[in-house]
């Protein structure tokens, strides 16, 4: 049974980056065709897209986050990783990966989903 | 950017009642449109790919329909369990977004 699991610190300092990541189990990245996503929620708000990585390595990222955000994936211990540079407040949030499916040219869906990490950014 | 607007904010209901939920496209996303629920607490579950197919496990109870810029979900008696807050969500170019969401209330 597919089970992804966000890991990171709770608490970021503005200005610095946040670093997440997320542990898959009950699937191989490396063999797998599915994309992999990272999603936010603020407190209390909705849910916004951060970006997206393929297997073999494509991202895709939210413009109005202004290119502050790498995604990356570790075949080896089976994970995919986001940061995010330069935080403010507003980046407070809960975090979600997840993995898409239903995938084709023009749609892509949040099929499996983490449990979520709350992060805040304050000094 | 595909924006979309979900109406009502909120929808008050009672259980055994029928649910309707709204979702319009900016622009036309023909039928790549996906519904999720969200629990208090909990991760969004997706409900609806492509506009009208279940994803696995998912009640009849259930249905989606629409296409181009107009979406519906329907919940067609209300269960103890669908009070949340459920979400549209469409991919164009590779940009993701979600629409701002709807929470369904007890009466």
């Known amino acids: 049974q597919l089970q992804l699991q966000e890991s990171g610190p709770g608490l970021v300092k503005p200005s610095e980056t946040l670093s997440l990541t997320c542990n898959v189990s009950g699937d191989s990245i490396s063999s797998s065709t599915h994309y992999w996503g990272w999603i936010r929620q603020p407190p209390g708000k909705g849910l916004e897209w951060i970006g997206s990585?393929?297997?073999?390595?494509?991202?895709f990222d939210n413009p109005s986050l202004k290119g502050r955000v790498t995604i990356s994936i570790d075949m080896s211990k089976n994970q995919f990783s986001l940061r995010l540079r330069s935080v403010t407040a507003a980046d407070t949030a809960v975090y979600y990966c997840a993995r898409l499916a239903y995938c084709s040219s023009s749609s892509c869906y949040f099929h499996h989903w983490g449990q979520g990490t709350l992060v805040t950014v304050s000094s | 950017e595909i924006v979309l607007t979900q109406s009502p904010a909120t929808l008050s209901l009672s259980p055994g009642e029928r649910a309707t939920l709204s979702c319009r496209a900016s622009?036309?996303?023909?039928?790549?449109l996906a519904w999720y629920q969200q629990r208090p607490g909990q991760a969004p579950r997706l409900l609806i790919y492509d506009a009208s197919n279940r994803a696995t496990g998912i009640p009849a109870r259930f249905s989606g329909s629409g296409s181009g810029t107009d979406f519906t979900l329907t919940i067609s008696s209300l269960e103890p369990e669908d009070f949340a807050v459920y979400y549209c969500q469409q991919r164009s170019n590779w940009l993701l977004t979600f629409g701002g969401g709807t929470k369904v209330e007890i009466k």
């Open positions: 990585i393929f297997y073999g390595g494509s991202t």
């Open positions: 622009q036309s996303i023909y039928s790549y």
